[in-house]
Structures are given as C-alpha cells and as structure tokens.
Antibody
Framework: EVQLLDSGGGSVQPGGSLRLSCAAS????????LTWVRQTPGRGLEWVSS????????YFADSVKGRFTMSRDNSNNTFYLQMNSLRVEDTAIYFC?????????????????WGPGSLVTVS | DIQLTQSPSSLSASVGDRVTITCRAS??????LNWYQHKPGKAPKLLIY???TLQSGVPSRFSGSGSATDFTLTINGLQPEDFATYYC?????????FGQGTKVEV
C-alpha cells in the first residue's frame, strides 16, 4: 500500500524558514517524480514544486521560485521542501504527492497518491 | 498557463442523484485532464486520469469524459461518502494547474 506522510509544518514569522519532509513507502521510490501541492482558502489547490525521479531536475511555481528548494533522499525514501523568505501568502496546507511518471515535467501523468497535509502558518 | 474553470462552484444533491461537474480549459488542450476528490483533513484522492480512465479501486459510479476545452465528471447514484470537494487538474503543460473546486453538499 502506498503511503505518504508529511511533517514539519508549523508557525513562522514572515521572512523565516521552514522545512517540510515527506516519508514514502509502498512503491519503488527512486522510479517516480515527487511533488508538493498547497491549498489555501483563497486560491484552492496550487502546484508548488516537482522533482524528477533521479533528483537532478526540479521545477517550481513562479510564486515560490527563488525562495523554495526541493530535494530527495532515494536511500531513505524521503523528500523535502525547504521554504525560505516565507511570506504571509505562503500560509497553506502543504500536501506531498507522488507523480505517476519519472520526469518532473512529464505530461500526461497525474498525482496518484497524496499525504494528509501539513499546515504552514506565516504570521 | 492553462486556466481551468469549474462549474458549478457548489451544488446540493441527495443520495442517489446523478451529479455532473464541468471543467473548462483555456486555451485548448488534449485529454490530459484529471479529477480528484478531497474531504477536509484527508489526503486528496485521484478518481480519474486522462479524462476518462478510472483509477484502480474507484467505484464505477464515477466517470469522466471530454477533450480539448470541455470536460465532465459524472457521479451516477451519489453515495453518502461522495459528499466532498472535487477538483480538475491538467497535465498538458507546466505549470500544472487546478480548477477552483466544486463542493458537493447534502
């Protein structure tokens, strides 16, 4: 059974940093791209970032580019979202999700499994 | 960016009803359109991918159709566990985008 468990959410002041983690199990971790999606009351679901199966390529939404980075540890089945220079508008529930393909920008795929979400509050 | 507009934003329905949710894409795309169900406090769940393929384990009362600019999610015979918010999402081009959601209420 595929499971994703995100952690690391919390409260932080504007300009601060936070790192989210997502521990995965139930699939061959190194074969798939991984992603972060966030949910805000005003903007609904918003894709944040993706990292390729090998970890060499990552993409970010314009709203977080230059402030967020993404990494993965294929030996530990865990991936991360490092969030720096946080803004009030980054307040959201952050979901980690598995992408059904290996390429971070592979078209025709989908978010096939999701974690339960971590609340990040910037205030 | 591909913009997805769902309608309606919310709807009221009863158990046993047939429910139809529409997702309109701009500009036009192919069939790389996916549907998710989300309940508060839970992980979103993939229902349908590439417009009409049912994800494994999803009940057959869910179905999807459409291409280019107009897509539809249909629930035939709404069940109590189906009251949730539904989102469409495109994987035609990055950045991946979502519709604003449709809340299905009792």
């Amino acid at each position: 059974e595929v499971q994703l468990l995100d952690s690391g959410g919390g409260s932080v002041q504007p300009g601060g940093s936070l790192r989210l983690s997502c521990a995965a199990s139930g699939f061959t971790f190194s074969n798939y791209a991984l992603t972060w999606v966030r949910q805000t009351p005003g903007r609904g679901l918003e894709w944040v970032s993706s990292i390729s199966a090998g970890g060499g390529v990552s993409y970010f939404a314009d709203s977080v580019k230059g402030r967020f980075t993404m990494s993965r540890d294929n030996s530990n089945n865990t991936f991360y979202l490092q969030m720096n220079s946080l803004r009030v508008e980054d307040t959201a529930i952050y979901f980690c999700a598995k992408w059904a393909g290996a390429a971070a920008a592979g078209t025709g795929y989908y978010f096939d499994y999701w974690g339960p979400g971590s609340l990040v509050t910037v205030s | 960016d591909i913009q997805l507009t769902q309608s309606p934003s919310s709807l009221s329905a009863s158990v046993g009803d047939r429910v139809t949710i529409t997702c309109r894409a701009s500009p036009s795309m192919n069939r790389n359109l996916n549907w998710y169900q989300h309940k508060p406090g839970k992980a979103p769940k993939l229902l349908i991918y590439t417009a009409s393929t049912l994800q494994s384990g999803v009940p057959s009362r869910f179905s999807g159709s459409g291409s280019a600019t107009d897509f539809t999610l249909t629930i035939n015979g709404l069940q109590p566990e189906d009251f949730a918010t539904y989102y469409c999402q495109q994987s035609y081009s990055t950045p991946w985008t979502f519709g604003q959601g449709t809340k299905v209420e009792v």
